[in-house]
């Protein structure tokens, strides 16, 4: 891992973070969020939005929306200057955790088909290839591969997510009440997001 993120904390996103990821979003995304779709989005209950920070500084966002038993990963998003740096992996190690502790047994995303960095990622989580939509994303109507993993319940995938973060170095997990807690493992279609995922 980068000494440069020894103290990435990863923390639940609140409205006071929205300034720094809209200035992300706006950097990574062709068509990027607004704060009114972000804010709706903190105030939903099936949602869980997670920030990445250095100190006060957020370097990265994600975020999942839960139905039943499945979730589907809106956003993973890195300030461009914190690219490599394990920023997204932490976010997913987090999220996926997240998710299958609020009962989601499986997860799905949609990545464009041109971007093989954030494909290999998402195959490090256990994602396959389920299908393709056509001309998924507006800006330039590219297709999207639609990603799955399965299963993030059982054990199994318990012990995947911890060796991916042992890989990483683990991050500092900040709890819903804001107290700063050292990761450990987890025992265990209409959306705004549409024609963004892949962009990590």
């Avoid at 997670?50 to 039943?68: D, I, M, P, T």
């Avoid at 993973?76 to 997240?98: G, I, K, M, Q």
């Amino acid at each position: 891992m980068d000494p440069a993120a020894a103290d990435l904390v990863i923390a639940p996103m609140r409205r006071r973070h929205l300034p720094a990821v809209l200035a992300i979003e706006e950097q990574v995304q062709p068509r990027p969020w607004s704060e009114r779709i972000f804010r709706s989005e903190l105030g939903q209950p099936n949602r869980c939005y997670l920030v990445a920070r250095q100190g006060a500084n957020v370097v990265g966002f994600a975020g999942v929306l839960l139905v039943l038993d499945e979730g589907h990963v809106t956003n993973v998003a890195v300030d461009p200057s914190w690219h490599r740096r394990a920023v997204a992996t932490s976010l997913l190690v987090r999220l996926c955790r997240t998710a299958a502790e609020r009962g989601a047994r499986n997860l799905t995303l949609e990545v464009r088909m041109s971007n093989d960095g954030a494909q290999a990622l998402y195959r490090r989580f256990g994602f396959a290839p389920g299908g393709v939509r056509k001309a998924y994303y507006p800006d330039n109507r590219e297709d999207a591969l639609v990603m799955w993993a399965h299963d993030i319940d059982l054990p199994s995938y318990a012990e995947r997510l911890a060796e991916i973060e042992r890989a990483a170095g683990p991050a500092v997990i900040e709890s819903l009440d804001g107290v700063e807690v050292d990761a450990a493992p987890a025992g265990v279609r209409s959306h705004p997001a549409a024609g963004r995922m892949g962009e990590p």
